[in-house]
C-alpha cells in the first residue's frame, strides 16, 4: 500500500517571500509520478506541478518547483514570491496501480 | 479544464434514505473516479472505474456502490444513507496515457441528517 505524509497541517507566509511545503511519501511501484495540487476555497482540485519518478531534474512551473530526493522519498513545493491568490490547501500525491493516493493536505496562509 | 460535471452539487437528506451522485465528462477519458474529502483526511478513494462495466473499490468502499453503464458516466450510490458519509465528494477522470494525472470535478457536498 501506498502511503503519503504531508506533517504540516498550517502554514504561513508574508506575501513576496518564499515558503516550502513538505511531502513524504511510500511505495512499492518501480515506475510512478508525484503530484501537487491546490484546493482554493472555491474547492476545485488545480494540478500545480507533476514530477516524473524516473528523471532526475526537479519540475518547475513557473514560481512553483519541487525538490525531489528519490532515496529519501521527499518531494517538497516550494513557492517563490508568495501572492494573496496562493491561499489554498495543498495536497500532495502519488500514483500507482491506476490510483492516485493523497495526503492530508497543508492548508496554506499569505500574509499580506 | 477537463470536461467534468457533478450532480447534484448540494444535498440534503435523512438517514436511512437512498443517495446517487451523478459524475459526467465529455473528454472520453477511460477512467473515472469516486473521492470523498473530510478533515484531516485529505481525499481518500471509494471506488473507481477502468472502463463501462468495469469497476473496482477503494480505500473507503463500505456503504457505497457505482455503476458505469457509458463511458462518460460515472454514478455512485449510497444505499442507506449514514451521518458518517456527510462529506464532500469529488470525481475525477483520467486519461492513463498521460501518467496518471487526474482532472477534478467541482464536488458535491452531501449532509446526512
Known amino acids: 500500500a501506498q502511503t503519503v505524509t504531508q506533517s504540516q497541517p498550517e502554514m504561513s507566509v508574508q506575501e513576496a517571500e518564499t515558503v516550502t511545503l513538505s511531502c513524504t511519501y511510500d511505495t512499492s511501484e518501480s515506475d510512478y509520478y508525484l503530484f501537487w495540487y491546490k484546493q482554493p476555497p472555491s474547492r476545485q482540485m488545480i494540478l500545480v506541478i507533476r514530477?516524473?519518478?524516473?528523471?532526475?531534474q526537479n519540475a518547475t512551473e513557473n514560481r512553483f518547483s519541487v525538490n525531489f530526493q528519490k532515496a529519501a522519498k521527499s518531494f517538497s513545493l516550494k513557492i517563490s514570491d508568495s501572492q494573496l491568490g496562493d491561499a489554498a490547501m495543498y495536497f500532495c500525491?502519488?500514483?500507482?496501480?491506476?490510483?492516485?493516493?493523497f495526503g492530508t493536505g497543508t492548508r496554506l496562509t499569505i500574509i499580506p | 479544464d477537463a470536461g467534468i460535471t457533478q450532480s447534484p452539487r448540494h444535498k440534503v437528506t435523512e438517514t436511512g434514505t437512498p443517495v446517487t451522485l451523478r459524475c459526467h465528462q465529455t473528454e472520453n477519458h477511460r477512467y473515472m473516479y469516486w473521492y470523498r474529502q473530510d478533515p484531516g483526511h485529505g481525499l481518500r478513494l471509494i471506488h473507481y472505474s477502468y472502463g463501462v462495466k468495469d469497476t473496482d473499490k477503494g480505500e473507503v468502499s463500505d456503504g457505497y456502490s457505482v455503476s458505469r453503464s457509458k463511458t462518460e458516466d460515472f454514478l455512485l450510490t449510497l444505499e442507506s444513507a449514514t451521518s458518517s458519509q456527510t462529506s464532500v465528494y469529488f470525481c475525477a477522470i483520467s486519461d492513463f496515457e498521460m501518467a496518471d494525472e487526474q482532472f477534478f470535478g467541482p464536488g458535491t457536498r452531501l449532509t446526512v441528517l
Open positions: 514530477q516524473e519518478a524516473y528523471k532526475q
Open positions: 500525491a502519488s500514483s500507482g496501480n491506476e490510483k492516485l493516493t
